[in-house]
């Protein structure tokens, strides 16, 4: 993801965002193996899938508005949310379980979430910041410098 | 590997410049920025002074464990530096100027892993280094005969099921063209990290597998399916396919063989989207859940095309198969309580066991309880078995984390059946119901024995795929390797 927002339905610069977003998704050929391409070329540029990107997407590749839901909400990374830009992601694999994810988790409360296996297990514990960067072998104290050092980038 | 460059491949290398023999290859990729190598880059540039040049970005090695590391190459000679964000980087200034002994702490046998994280990112250096070598051999070949090599080999399938290779490829050879090839790059299942190891730091040993399958089983187009986060696997191997279309790879002009077309796709996680028919569903755009077999992908896969779909680590192997071949190796994402976690290639040779694979991370077998082999589709491995040697068909996609003494079982062993329940796509009713109420059933495991054996028994026969088939694997497992465990958490 790219170091924006998500956006913002209610945005200054919301229609030029959509619009970015439209033509990503008109890059692709009209036709139904596009489907997951475009929305993660929609999703890249707005951060998340909000409906209005979801029916450009469907309009596009000629797929009904409730396919489109049913197919995106399948795959665990597309956001059907608009992500909370202050949270940090906390990874709770097994590995990342040994080496201590739970003392992240509760060093951190309200800034931090549980995320599956970030396959940096050998790096572990390993914790997603907001735009998806991983860290590997945090330490409680190094993810309260992090949080202190990453300022809240939009109003809670 | 014994055989030497044809004409053709001898051609191609002599179009690039040579790379350069002296450089400190800084391992940069997804696990040194994890871990910020960008900042022991810009030191060390500002250490070399006006040897700042001879620093070369490279993917990890395999030694994730030794992130942040450099490592500095001289003709005949390679010193990795472990650890820079606590050792000094003067020892590297120093080596480079010739002053270090041989001391490469490699991560195990040298095959699919020889050039990773030892790339510039050019092809002229991935020739260099033995890239196309196999293809150029595969192409003076008939398609029959390579099949035959691979058959020879005993390659078979690293995504997890095991499946004879050239048997597969048989198959949709079998049947009329055009033929598809789906490389499944997923690599959706926690704790392997070895196909993404291996796109983002040698991506051309990928591409040469599939101009090597496309040879033997005529496939006409490609389809690269990787995983959605690992950006930098996606990168390197988008850039790869570039460099191998303009350098004539790609349509057979520069060593031989039949053109195929190469398409480059990401996923969108999700465990059950490494799932072969779910990777077609995916790529066609329809809902991303399994389709039920007959009809089998070699007969009607891709678009109702003949296809061979292959693990990224299957195809990567092909390139190891030709002219007195070693032992077969597999790669081992290695995690958990170990001195040095990463990414392992073992020889599956009949006499290597975990014991020697631990000993690589070193680990000391003593201080392990077991290990969990195969994650949430897995099973438990206890010392006992440290020393029986590894068989390629237990290994799954084999991911290992290794669990320390003290590790709590139980607690493992419900977060394994809740990342299953989390995961499953709904489509079949076993592992739909049957996934929730197994986790249910797991808080007093010892009472519901009886229950848990049975929905188990039910999840394995009758679940559509083999997240539902194999979901009850952990669980069983667990209760029958450490009961006591479970009596205790009462
Ligand atoms: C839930 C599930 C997840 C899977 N994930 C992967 C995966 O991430 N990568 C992979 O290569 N195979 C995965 N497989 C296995 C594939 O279905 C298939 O067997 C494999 O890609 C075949 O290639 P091979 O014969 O080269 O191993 C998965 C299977 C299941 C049931
Ligand atoms: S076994 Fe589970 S994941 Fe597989 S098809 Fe059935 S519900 Fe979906
Ligand atoms: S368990 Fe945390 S990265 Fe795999």
């Known amino acids: 993801m790219a170091d924006v927002l998500p956006y913002d339905v209610a945005a200054p610069e919301a229609a030029a965002r959509l619009a970015e977003a439209t033509r990503a998704v008109e890059a692709h050929p009209r036709e139904k193996t596009a489907l997951l391409p475009a929305l993660l070329d929609a999703q890249h540029v707005l951060g998340w899938l909000p409906r209005p990107a979801i029916e450009r997407v469907a309009a596009w590749v000629r797929v009904p508005v409730s396919e489109v839901y049913a197919t995106a909400t399948a795959y665990s990374e597309l956001r059907l949310e608009r992500p909370d830009p202050a949270v940090w992601h906390v990874c709770t694999g097994v590995a990342c379980d040994l080496a201590g994810a739970e003392a992240l988790l509760a060093a951190s409360p309200g800034r931090t979430a549980r995320i599956d296996c970030q396959f940096l297990c050998a790096l572990a514990p390993v914790v997603a910041d907001p735009h998806e960067r991983l860290v590997g072998r945090v330490t409680a104290e190094g993810l309260r410098a992090r949080l202190g050092a990453a300022p809240v980038e939009s109003p809670r | ?490």
């Not at chain 2, 270090?100 to 280094?129: F, N």
Request: hydrophobic fraction near 45%; glycine fraction near 12%; proline fraction near 7%.
């Open chain 2, 1 to 490: 590997m014994s055989i030497v460059a044809t004409p053709a491949l001898a051609r191609l290398r002599g179009r690039f410049p040579a790379p350069a023999s002296t450089r400190v290859l800084v391992h940069r990729g997804t696990c040194g920025d994890a871990v910020d190598v960008g900042g022991v880059v810009e030191v060390l540039r500002a250490a070399l002074g006006t040897r700042a040049s001879s620093v070369v970005e490279t993917a990890c090695d395999g030694a994730c464990w030794a992130a942040p590391a450099a490592t500095v190459v001289r003709p005949g000679h390679r010193h990795r530096f472990a650890r820079l964000d606590r050792e000094p980087l003067e020892a590297v200034v120093a080596c480079l100027g010739g002053a270090c002994e041989d001391a490469y702490a490699g991560s195990g046998e040298r095959g699919l892993l020889a050039r990773v994280g030892h790339l510039d990112g050019s092809l002229a250096d991935a020739l260099a280094q033995g890239a196309y070598l196999a293809l150029a051999h595969a192409v003076t070949r008939k398609p029959d005969e390579v099949i035959e090599a691979v058959q020879r080999a005993g390659l078979s399938g690293r995504g997890g099921a095991h499946f004879v290779t050239a048997q597969k490829w048989r198959l949709a050879a079998a049947n009329a063209g055009p033929r598809m090839l789906v490389v499944n790059a997923e690599e959706g299942e926690p704790g392997v990290f070895k196909d993404r190891h291996v796109l983002e730091g040698d991506p051309h040993r990928l591409i040469e597998g599939v101009l090597i399958a496309a040879h033997a089983a005529g496939i006409a187009r490609a389809v690269i399916y990787v995983n959605g986060q690992a950006r930098n696997a996606r990168r390197a191997v988008d850039l790869a396919v570039t460099q191998a279309r303009e350098a004539g790879l790609l349509d057979g002009s520069a060593l031989g063989g039949t053109g195929v077309q190469i398409e480059v796709r990401s996923g969108a996680g999700g465990y059950v989207c490494g799932e072969e028919s779910v990777i077609l569903n995916s790529i066609e755009g329809e809902r991303p859940v399994p389709r039920t077999k007959p009809p089998f992908a070699t007969d009607r896969g891709l678009f109702d095309r003949p296809t061979v779909i292959n693990n990224a680590e299957t195809l990567c192997a092909a390139t190891t198969v030709f002219d007195d071949p070693p032992p077969p190796t597999k790669l081992i994402p290695l995690s958990g309580a170990v001195p040095r976690p990463g990414l392992y290639e073992v020889p599956v040779d009949g006499i290597t066991a975990w014991s020697g694979v631990l000993a690589m991370a070193g680990a000391n077998p003593q201080r392990v309880r077991a290990l969990l082999l195969g994650g949430p589709s897995g099973r438990f491995v206890l010392p006992e078995e440290f020393d029986v040697p590894l068989d390629m068909r237990g290994l799954g996609a084999g991911g290992v984390v290794v669990l320390p003494l003290d590790v709590d079982i139980p607690r493992i062993t419900r977060a394994l059946a809740a990342y299953n329940a989390r995961e499953s796509c709904g489509e079949c009713t076993p592992c739909r119901e049957g996934t929730p109420r197994l986790v249910a059933l797991l808080e007093d495991a010892s009472a519901n024995r009886a229950q848990i054996d049975a929905l188990i028994e039910v999840m394995t026969e009758a679940s559509l795929c083999q997240l539902g088939g194999l979901a009850g694997k952990p669980v069983a497992s667990a209760l029958a390797l450490f009961p006591q465990d479970f009596e205790a958490a009462r």
